[in-house]
């Protein structure tokens, strides 16, 4: 097996790897003093196979060594990629599930009909437009998995702070409203001997 069918191949072993990394979510470790977090290790396990989609192409081509199994493997690695990616995001509620139908379908649908025209003899190779298109796929997974992380990351920052300086603000004014001694009511008469608790039109007790 020459090199790029081998690359071929190792974008397939990484579709569990990325399914796992992203559905257990870890490893979340921190390297050189960096907190790596699952989010980047698949967004990274991503990058990787990508490079691989571009790297046996370009090698195939330059070594002259296109062959009928890397023009249909390249395809179908192509799409078990991008398909586990979008259902890894399903499962992490980043996307609807009804776009997610719609693109794998469609990813299926063209790959049962490349594979109808290779049984019948011929051989349909990647087009420009369709690398194109993966190019644009991986990026709006990375983009997504990427967004998801930073939303999460600021939300706890930001209720990191707000939750300080609330009480903070509060503390000066309850402590202020403890010290201060409650006035007396105006409208309540005071206790006097000899005197009666109805109110005269001074406002003072009736006093016999």
Request: hydrophobic fraction near 50%; glycine fraction near 8%.
């Amino acid at each position: 097996m020459n090199l790029p069918n081998s690359l071929t191949l190792l974008r397939i072993f990484f579709v569990p790897v990325l399914i796992v990394i992203l559905l257990t979510k870890s490893p979340n470790l921190v390297v050189w003093g960096v907190s790596m977090h699952f989010e980047v290790w698949g967004v990274l396990i991503l990058l990787l196979a990508a490079a691989t989609d571009w790297a046996d192409g370009y090698l195939a081509r330059r070594r002259l060594q296109v062959t009928t199994l890397g023009i249909l493997l390249d395809p179908i690695a192509d799409k078990l990629l991008i398909s586990a990616a979008f259902i890894s995001l399903v499962d992490m509620q980043l996307v609807p599930a009804w776009m997610v139908v719609i693109i794998i379908g469609r990813e299926f649908t063209v790959l049962g009909l490349r594979n109808i025209a290779s049984a019948e003899g011929f051989t349909i190779e990647a087009s420009t437009l369709g690398k194109t298109k993966m190019v644009l796929q991986v990026c709006a997974v990375a983009v997504q998995i990427v967004g998801a992380n930073l939303a999460l990351a600021g939300g706890h920052q930001r209720a990191g702070l707000r939750c300080p300086v609330l009480p903070a603000l509060l503390e000066p004014r309850r402590r202020q409203h403890q010290a201060t001694p409650a006035a007396p009511d105006a409208r309540s008469p005071q206790e006097v001997p000899g005197c009666r608790p109805s109110l005269n039109r001074t406002g003072g007790p009736l006093c016999n």
